[in-house]
């Protein structure tokens, strides 16, 4: 079964508001997060990456935060822009010598003008 | 850029018959990697590659096989297409040399089996 993410949620939220997309992850061996943007008709895009010794790290923007006690992770966005609507996957590095990541099913953030 | 091109981009066949997908890169990277998204799943690692010759099995590998003859082609090959396996397929690269870096991916091919 799935080790990150959850089933295909829905966040709505209002041009200008801040949004929060959030993703578990169950292998706590992860050492290495990634986030992900994908629009319709297009392959994923990475937004913001954080290591497992860190709690947060930021970009333009975008903020994410990892709680390993609870093996959580997320994506802030600020004040969110119609051109943020997509679907956002978080995805995983199991650690060890491998480079594959494991993907969430990701969430589809809408953005209302 | 990273310069990955995915071809074809869309495509229809019929049940049994083979089927190439080929990614191409342009920067001679190391790692590249098939993806397959479908709703409810997600994207789901296929097979991937750590060199020329190099391949290894991912999560849902069945009915797939894979070869990469040359650092910059990558060739996702399902041997007698069936219809669970229409799909949109990725082809991957990792950007970096060390294990923390992204994959970025090419634009999609869509396969439909009929």
């Known amino acids: 079964g799935e080790s990150v993410g959850l089933h295909l949620p829905t966040l709505s939220v209002q041009e200008g508001d801040n949004s929060i997309i959030n993703c578990a992850y169950s292998n706590s061996a992860s050492d290495y997060f990634i986030w992900y943007k994908q629009e319709s008709g297009k392959g994923p895009q990475f937004i913001i990456d954080i290591r497992s010794n860190m709690d947060k790290r930021q970009g333009q923007r975008v903020t994410v935060l990892l709680n390993k006690t609870v093996k959580h992770l997320s994506l802030q966005i600020a004040a969110t822009q119609p051109g943020d609507s997509a679907v956002y996957f978080c995805?995983?590095?199991?650690?060890?010598?491998?480079?594959?990541?494991?993907f969430g099913k990701g969430t589809l953030l809408t953005v209302n003008p | 850029d990273a310069g990955i091109t995915q071809s074809p981009r869309h495509k229809v066949t019929e049940t049994g018959t083979p089927v190439t997908l080929r990614c191409h890169q342009t920067e001679n990277h190391r790692y590249m990697y098939w993806y397959r998204q479908d709703p409810g799943h997600g994207l789901r690692l296929i097979h991937y590659?750590?060199?020329?010759?190099?391949?290894d099995k991912g999560e849902v590998s069945d009915g797939y096989s894979v070869s990469r003859s040359k650092t910059e082609d990558f060739l996702l090959t399902l041997e007698s297409a069936t219809s669970s396996q229409t799909s949109v397929y990725f082809c991957a690269i990792s950007l970096g040399q060390g294990r923390f870096t992204e994959a970025f991916f090419g634009q999609g091919t869509r396969l439909t089996v009929v």
């Open positions: 995805a995983e590095n199991s650690g060890g010598s491998n480079y594959k990541l494991t």
């Open positions: 590659s750590y060199g020329v010759k190099d391949t």
